[in-house]
């Protein structure tokens, strides 16, 4: 059992470049979510999902854009990246959504100079 | 928006002594769930105690207890016989109905020897 596993693990763009961040569970969870962690800011959420096909944004979503086209991936993409998306980004899944816990990947270090 | 406050940014602690570490939270929702995260120097987010806000019973893991008071809307985290692996920052959150987890902005906790 991986839980869940974040690809890549860090990651250096340059302002304008495009990437995706990758998310993978094997619990068999309905609900992901993509965190951004800032110093002093906490984890703030970017978007997440309830279900297969389906997304919603959170707090902070704008510059990104998600995709769950199966179950057990929860894809996180930056179309054209700026300094200020420079961030630790966790991505977390649960059975449901208030009542358990979330289970977190271990997290991707993004620098964008 | 409904916010999670963690007043204290920093803390420390003689190693097997007791901490504790404030949180509060706003909320119009009678049912929800409280929880702490831990986020050792490794980045990993790893569940602590969590807290169901109909329960008056405070919950209780090991050397990890909380003061849990609903009306003052209240939610501290004691820990116990400090140990050095202790060292982290620390996350309140709470989440209900359809509402995913909002964080604390954190604390961060130094276990000295």
């Known amino acids: 059992n991986a839980g869940v596993t974040q690809t890549p693990k860090f990651r250096v763009l340059k302002t304008g470049q495009s990437m995706t961040l990758l998310c993978a569970q094997d619990?068999?969870?309905?609900?992901m979510y993509w965190y951004r962690q800032d110093p002093g800011m906490g984890l703030r959420l970017i978007h997440y999902s309830v279900g297969e096909g389906t997304t919603a944004k959170g707090e902070v979503p704008d510059g990104y854009n998600v995709s769950r086209l199966k179950k057990q991936n929860f894809l996180l993409g930056l179309e054209s990246a700026a300094p200020s998306q420079t961030s630790v980004y966790f991505c977390a899944s649960s059975y449901r959504i208030s009542y358990n816990e979330q289970f977190f990947g271990p997290g991707t270090r993004l620098t964008v100079l | 928006a409904q916010t999670v406050t963690q007043s204290q940014p920093e803390m420390s602690v003689q190693e097997a002594e007791t901490v504790t570490l404030s949180c509060t939270y706003d909320?119009?929702?009678?049912?929800?769930?409280l929880f702490w995260y831990k986020q050792p120097p490794s980045r990993q987010m790893i569940l602590v105690i969590r807290?169901?806000?109909?329960?008056?019973q405070n919950a209780t893991e090991n050397r990890f207890s909380v003061n849990f008071q609903k009306a003052a809307k209240s939610f501290s985290l004691k820990i116990s016989d400090s140990q050095l692996g202790d060292t982290a920052m620390y996350f309140c959150?709470?989440?209900?109905?359809?509402?995913?987890?909002?964080f604390g902005k954190g604390t961060r906790l130094s276990v000295i020897a």
């Open positions: 619990m068999n969870h309905e609900y």
């Open positions: 909320t119009s929702e009678n049912n929800y769930y």
């Open positions: 959150a709470r989440s209900s109905g359809n509402t995913p987890l909002v």
């Open positions: 807290q169901e806000a109909y329960k008056q």
